[in-house]
């Protein structure tokens, strides 16, 4: 480690480095003044400078925070002797004149010496933005930092966060590093901004929130302590107060019999590094241009002759604050350098792979572009492979991209699209019952025409369509979108080369998408084409129509229980009246009203018996037998005994009357497993649709009823049948025929379009504004670079 002497002139170069590329990852050592308004914050700096250089007025004065770098120069110190500057006499060298050209030739080979002692001056200033130049007028320095805020700031009294930074040469102060702040405000006047109180505080806390900043908290002892705002912003950030010293100005100005020996001494408000008196010029004194050295003896000889600080006079006066605010900044300096070094040391590790990501400045040369460009394009053909497998280095955990999107568009989108499709879309009764008729010629059909089913449910199979359509389309989007999000920081250093592989990639694509598209629609003509009623799946006409006559069954015992139940009820509540009104006769017309009842109770009984017998009979006797169960055993009888009926045969005895056929509904769950044989499963919303499928039997007969019916049913199964079928294939189509067939031939497509020395020249253009990003992030890392080699000399 070295001097502590040293340090503070470390961290000013640091600073230097800091200001110049706008550095805002390192957090230096920093002396930071802040005080509300005419609380003296500028005549404390000047005492510690020992000259009058800051800018004074009513408002707000101090607009831009000052970096003030205080350097202490030995007599003998060489950088007194130099001569390669320009002095602050020489004006701009476009409005000087010839003897100002003169005067200034005349300075740059001797030095500035002074007047008075013929020897060169010791004292001067500098500014970071005019590099070069020394001010050795001390007038000229406070001119040039209005003019300087004014450029920044403009001069409606607005505020601007963008530093100036001075140095100031001298063997009369100690190294010091501190940034006076604008002075805290409540009220906007004249032309500042309404905000202006927000925007100084924002300000103020940006640097004095920062660790390594030490706060001087500049507050006037001519009023009370708890109404400070200095204080109270020091505190928000500092609230153990370990990094805030307590400077106490105006001590001269405190009414008669009041002094501040319980503040100065820590009694009322601690601070860890305490408080310290100070006493400024007055305004008076500023006026009649008092020199600050007879200032400084008046503030010694205050403290030492009053009554109340003569005890602490050592601990009081600038002098004791310069030198507190020396060793303290040292001392903080030496506990936070080893921090500020890893910092570094990060900062240039994140910024060395950022320029390696832009890739390195050799120039391609002729023989290596060739593999340069091979090489890009090969990772771009595997981002893209690795994209649709999921293999990706990049995945995406916000949203499905690549192959799980894919994947969600084959089970959810086409799955759901064609599930919505309702079986008997846009098919009317009146449709199936046109197709009927117009299937059966000019004569009547014994059968139910097979060609109308066939006539029907071919247009619905089209239905089918527009969803595998939509999936090839999405899936072709997907595909494109994969093909743009391939490149990375290497590639997007070469922008046409980027451009021209997602081209060739895309048009790859787009030949690929017509011919997936005309085979997924040659698999709904394949399934058009031929109706294949003999599938294992199928439900058939059969087992279609014996569910219809069941169900029809059903219904109409149903109907039958219910008339009884309604019968019943009518009877039971007139026997109650005929019981009450029997109640009051004598017993033996009871028993004899009891007799009749009884007979006629057996009579109705088989009343009862004897139409149930007459109406099995009447059934028998017709040539259609409606079977109530339908087993394997005596399956072909009953179908046989329906069919007749429903394909021409009507009852013998009433051979002009139709039968009638009361609505029905569908069996439930329980009912339907009482069938012995296999019908096949739909989707309820079919089933739902289905249910709800109304008949309008005032305008069919009933065999147009069960036709329709019947129709329906087929319709149904064969396109559920259909529909599976389709959702299966179409994916496995796309895969094969766009999918797969673009990852098998993206590598050999851009090697034959691209791989061309014609253009290699204007694939490897550079783009500019990566150009640019490269050497900001080269004269950044070399800043890092800069700024540990300052750092390891005290190390």
Not at 321 to 331: D, P, Q, V
Request: hydrophobic share 35%; charged share 25%.
């Amino acid at each position: 480690m070295a001097s502590l002497h040293e340090l503070i002139p470390v961290v000013n170069k640091l600073q230097d480095i800091v200001t110049n590329t706008s550095l805002t990852d390192l957090d230096l050592p920093l002396l930071t003044v802040i005080g509300s308004q005419s609380a003296g914050k500028s005549s404390v700096l000047e005492n510690i400078v020992g000259r009058d250089f800051l800018p004074r007025g009513t408002g707000i004065v101090t607009r831009r925070p000052l970096i003030l770098q205080l350097i202490h120069l030995a007599e003998d110190d060489p950088l007194i002797n130099r001569t390669d500057f320009l002095s602050d006499e020489v004006t701009d060298p476009k409005e000087m004149t010839l003897e100002d050209h003169l005067r200034s030739q005349s300075n740059s080979t001797t030095n500035i010496v002074s007047a008075e002692t013929e020897k060169p001056i010791q004292e001067w200033g500098e500014f970071l933005h005019i590099p070069g130049k020394r001010f050795y007028n001390f007038d000229n320095i406070r001119k040039e930092i209005e003019n300087e805020t004014s450029r920044i700031a403009g001069k409606n009294k607005g505020i601007s966060r963008i530093p100036i930074n001075l140095k100031i040469y001298s063997p009369n102060v100690l190294n010091l590093t501190l940034v006076d702040l604008p002075g805290l405000t409540k009220i906007p006047i004249a032309d500042q901004p309404v905000d202006i109180e927000r925007q100084i505080k924002n300000l103020i806390l940006e640097y004095i929130s920062k660790p390594n900043s030490i706060i001087l908290a500049v507050t006037p002892a001519n009023q009370d302590l708890v109404n400070s705002e200095a204080l109270k912003l020091a505190r928000q950030v500092d609230p153990q107060g370990k990094r805030t010293i307590g400077i106490l100005s105006k001590l001269d100005l405190m009414d008669h019999g009041t002094n501040a020996l319980d503040i100065l001494t820590g009694k009322v408000y601690p601070l860890k590094l305490g408080f310290i008196g100070v006493v400024n010029r007055s305004q008076q004194d500023i006026m009649t241009r008092k020199s600050l050295e007879e200032s400084l003896a008046a503030e010694m000889e205050f403290f030492n002759s009053h009554p109340a600080y003569k005890t602490i006079a050592n601990r009081c006066g600038t002098a004791h604050l310069a030198k507190t605010l020396n060793k303290t900044l040292m001392n903080h300096i030496r506990e936070r350098l080893p921090d500020i070094k890893a910092k570094l040391n990060t900062l240039m590790g994140q910024t060395e792979q950022e320029l390696a990501s832009y890739g390195n400045l050799n120039i391609v040369s002729k023989e290596n572009r060739a593999g340069l460009i091979l090489q890009l394009m090969n990772k771009f053909a595997n981002n893209f492979i690795n994209s649709i497998e999921g293999n990706s280095s990049e995945i995406s955990t916000k949203e499905l991209c690549g192959g799980a999107r894919i994947y969600y568009i084959y089970n959810e989108v086409l799955g759901n699209s064609m599930n919505s499709i309702n079986p008997l879309h846009n098919l009317t009764v009146t449709d199936i019952r046109t197709a009927i008729r117009n299937s059966t010629g000019p004569r009547a059909s014994l059968f139910v025409p097979e060609l109308a089913f066939d006539l029907l449910v071919k247009p619905q199979i089209q239905l089918l369509e527009g969803p595998s359509h939509r999936c090839v389309e999405l899936v072709y989007e997907e595909l494109m979108k994969i093909c743009h999000n391939c490149g990375n920081q290497e590639l997007a250093r070469y922008p046409k080369l980027h451009t021209k592989l997602i081209e060739v990639v895309s048009e790859l694509l787009r030949e690929r998408l017509g011919p997936t598209t005309k085979y997924v629609e040659s698999l709904i003509e394949i399934n058009r084409a031929y109706i294949n009623t003999n599938h294992p799946n199928f439900v058939g006409a059969a087992n279609a129509m014996a569910t219809v006559v069941e169900e029809k069954q059903r219904q109409r015992e149903q109907e039958k229980r219910n008339q009884q139940k309604k019968e019943e009820h009518v009877s039971n509540a007139h026997n109650e009246v005929n019981i009450a009104k029997a109640a009051a006769s004598s017993a033996a017309s009871h028993a004899a009203n009891g007799n009749i009842l009884l007979e006629h109770k057996d009579h109705k009984n088989k009343s009862h018996n004897k139409s149930e017998s007459s109406i099995l009979d009447e059934i028998k006797g017709n040539e259609m037998t409606i079977p109530t169960t339908v087993t394997l055993a005596d399956s072909k009888p009953e179908k046989e005994n329906f069919l007749n009926y429903f394909f021409g045969k009507k009852d013998e005895a009433h051979p002009n009357a139709e039968p009638k056929v009361v609505p029905f509904s569908y069996p439930t769950e329980t009912e339907s497993s009482e069938l012995q044989f296999h019908l096949p499963s739909m989707d309820d919303s079919i089933q739902h649709q289905l249910d709800h499928f109304h008949l309008n039997e005032e305008q069919l007969s009933e065999r147009e009823q069960m036709e329709c019916e019947l129709i329906r049913r087929l319709i149904a199964s064969y396109f559920s049948i259909v529909r599976e079928t389709i959702r299966d294939q179409v994916p496995k189509a796309i895969m094969c025929l766009l999918v797969n067939y673009s990852k098998d031939t993206v590598q050999n497509q851009l090697v034959q379009k691209l791989y061309k020395d014609s253009l290699f020249d204007e694939l490897l253009y550079e783009d500019e504004t990566l150009i640019q990003e490269r050497e900001k992030c080269e004269k950044l890392l070399e800043t890092y670079r800069e700024a540990a080699k300052v750092i390891s000399e005290v190390l």
